[in-house]
């Protein structure tokens, strides 16, 4: 049995907090927030014990592994933390909002040879994963085109936005990662054009709601991702890889996989009314890829590395937004 902590106790921390309790090889055991009413009420649900402050939170004595799932400006700090506790740790993204604070905590996690992952949790979605497994097998031939959407379906609150990042760094970051993932290299330069259409009050943070996105491969193969913060139809998430020899294509999922055929025409179900009701699964599958890795001593994947690489090309973007022309991506 591998006992957690969880840091962190808000909405994100209680879904995972849900799957921490219900894996068979976990045994969850301590729950911090700077809001103890929070944690309490986390702890009283799972029957966890509540920490009075971080440092007991991760107790090497008491615990082998550490959720990080506290707000964003927290990361760094925490992982250190854990990692002078010679704790495993499974980390939300990103590791910190400035990339060279990222890079500084990353080098200083790899210097102790600490075992953290990633939750890039997209990586665990069934239709994405097998989309992966044929592009690796060669059914399409060689990669030449990868188009990623990710729409809707509300633009975040404005207090959110504030602290965020911006679309690239919050939004696209889990596509950054997919196009890495899947292309098996890492993009050399990016452009990026984006406007505020949804929300124009996001001008006032330098944040955009629709975005287009083209990354350009060592070998000259194109990424282009379009996003955007609002539909007025549901959550669109799809994948599409052009080979030289065939395409493969994770489609949009709709909330049921039910067709109705009548003589009146054809009805299907709507799509998702979210991302996380489209992507809910994948958390517990992360964890569980998590789990196996420290049972096995696996290499971890995704790990720091692929956190700060996603990270990179976030800010590449988000210049190429502002300087309007393609930007070097350096990692």
């Keep these: 049995m591998q006992r957690f902590a969880l840091i962190g106790a808000g909405f994100i921390g209680s879904v ?39 440092a007991e939170a991760l ?8 959720f990080i799932a506290s707000s964003t400006d927290t990361h760094a700090d925490t992982l250190r933390a854990a990692v002078d506790a010679g704790l495993a740790v499974l980390c939300e993204k990103p590791i910190d909002l400035e990339l060279a604070r990222a890079r500084e ?18 990586r665990f979605d ?9 592009v690796d097998a060669g059914g399409i031939g060689t990669i030449e085109l990868i188009q990623i959407t990710c729409r809707g379906p509300v633009v975040p609150p404005l207090e959110y936005v504030k602290v965020s990042g911006g679309q690239m760094r919050d939004q696209n970051v ?23 259409l949804a929300e124009p009050r996001l001008k006032e943070y330098d944040d955009v709601d629709t975005s287009v996105c083209v990354l350009k491969l060592p070998d000259g193969a194109l990424v282009q991702i379009d996003a955007n913060r609002r539909t007025g139809y549901g959550y ?9 020899q065939a395409l493969v294509e994770s489609q949009r999922q709709g909330a049921r996989r039910v067709t109705h055929y009548t003589a009146d025409g054809v ?4 799509l998702h009314a979210g991302w996380f009701e489209r992507m809910q699964p994948t958390y517990a599958r992360a964890l569980d890829h998590f789990v196996t890795l420290l049972e096995t001593g696996a290499p971890i994947e995704p790990g720091l590395s692929d956190g700060l690489k996603a990270q990179a090309i976030a800010e590449a973007a988000t210049r190429s937004l502002h300087t309007g022309v393609s930007e070097k991506i350096v990692y």
């Design 16 to 54: 995972h907090a849900g799957n921490l309790a219900a894996h068979p090889d976990i045994d969850f055991s301590v729950v911090y927030d700077v809001s103890t009413e929070r944690a309490s009420a986390i702890a009283e649900r799972y029957g966890a014990r509540v920490a009075a402050s971080l």
């Design 236 to 244: 669109d998430e799809r994948l599409e890889v052009l080979g030289s």
């Design 267 to 270: 009805a299907q179900s709507p």
């Design 174 to 196: 889990h596509f950054f990662d997919l196009a890495r993932w899947i292309a098996g290299a890492d993009p050399v330069e990016v452009f990026a054009a984006g406007s505020a």
């Design 59 to 66: 107790d090497p004595a008491a615990v082998d592994a550490v």
């Design 105 to 122: 905590v990353v080098s200083y996690a790899e210097a102790r040879g600490a075992r953290v992952m990633m939750d890039f949790n997209r």
């Design 126 to 134: 069934p239709d994405h994963a097998e989309l992966k497994r044929i």
